[in-house]
């Protein structure tokens, strides 16, 4: 079966809904494509104590302010999937879900969806997959070698599951950090990073954070040098359980270990320790397989970008993978403005009428 429709959204979460949100205010007829179950995106299956760094009026995507959690200055993950299933009946967007892009391909005058339930053509495609579905482990000698438990972010959930074990956790990021912070009483824990933890000012949230990113994009637009925005300030938002574990003594780095062997991890110098878990705190890679028949694909996986249209093909606009997708885009307050250019310019090379 085949379908037609001016714009393909691949991805049902928060860059995808402020996708559909936008494209429907440009009058165009569009479908947001979900391999989820549920709504929410990602946020249904981060660990229990994640919530944001902003307080909820400060997270919003457009159109739709994020109401207060009662009790709770920075929400909830719980909270923001409610307020995303919220949001997706109050715009009535067109979500399908449980359909599994499985490759966007060029078919001359349009682009051809093909997904588990069926082909779609479109005009245009958004791609809004985001990165938490492909996780990023580094390649360090002997990790097969390890009997142990080993996981990523994408799989902690909570700190009783590791309680009185010898628990290593690796990164020195947001998730290495408040993963880390919420072991430190009940486990033997070793948190190694590949240089010193850099926190940022204990009064910085993402109000900060967003407005760091928007200069960014702003200087590189008109040419200035390059602030470095948000990697200016720090590595770590210093939320409240990260500042009571590194003010209580708890949270100390360790350099990074150089391999892993059967029961344990072995340092540069000759250290051995043992240890029952190795929880991988390492960052995510944007997950773009779906575009692969594109052959878009440039250095480091990203495909070259102008905002967030494709250079190479401009039908394609990719949406919430980071700054090179629009300043903050992976946020739920940054992304609103990306997704509005995309939906404008897609407009336009439509020649929709608004």
Known sequence: MSQHTDVVVIGGGQAGLAAGYHLRRQKMGFVILDAQASPGGAWQHVWDSLHLFSPAAFSSLPGRLMPAQPGEEYPDADHVVAYLSDYEKRYDLPVQRQVQVVGVHDDGRLLRVETTSGTWHARAVISATGTWWRPFLPAVPGREDFEGRQLHTVSYRRPQDFAGQRVIVVGGGNSGAQIASELAY?????????????????????????????????????????????????????????????????????????????????????????????????????????????????????????????????????????????????????????????????AGLLGVAT
Request: glycine share 10%.
């Open 186 to 346: 009940d486990t033997e824990l070793i948190w190694a990073t590949q240089r010193p933890p850099r926190y940022l000012a204990d009064d910085i949230d993402g109000r900060a954070l967003f407005d760091a990113a928007t200069a960014r994009r702003r200087a590189l637009n008109e040419g200035r040098n390059d602030s470095k925005g948000i990697a200016s300030l720090g590595d770590i938002v210093a939320v409240p359980p990260v500042r009571e574990a590194r003010d209580a003594g708890l949270l100390k780095a360790s350099p990074m270990f150089v391999r892993l062997v059967r029961d344990g991890v072995i340092w540069a110098d000759g250290t051995r320790e043992p240890a029952d878990a190795v929880i991988w705190c390492t960052g995510f890679r944007s997950a773009l397989s779906h575009l692969s028949p594109l052959g878009l694909r440039g250095p480091r996986g990203h495909i070259a970008t102008q905002g967030t249209r494709s250079v190479q093909e401009p039908r394609l606009h990719l949406l919430g993978y980071g700054d090179w997708t629009g300043p903050a885009s992976a946020t739920l307050i940054g992304v609103g403005r990306p997704a509005r250019d995309a939906a404008r310019e897609i």
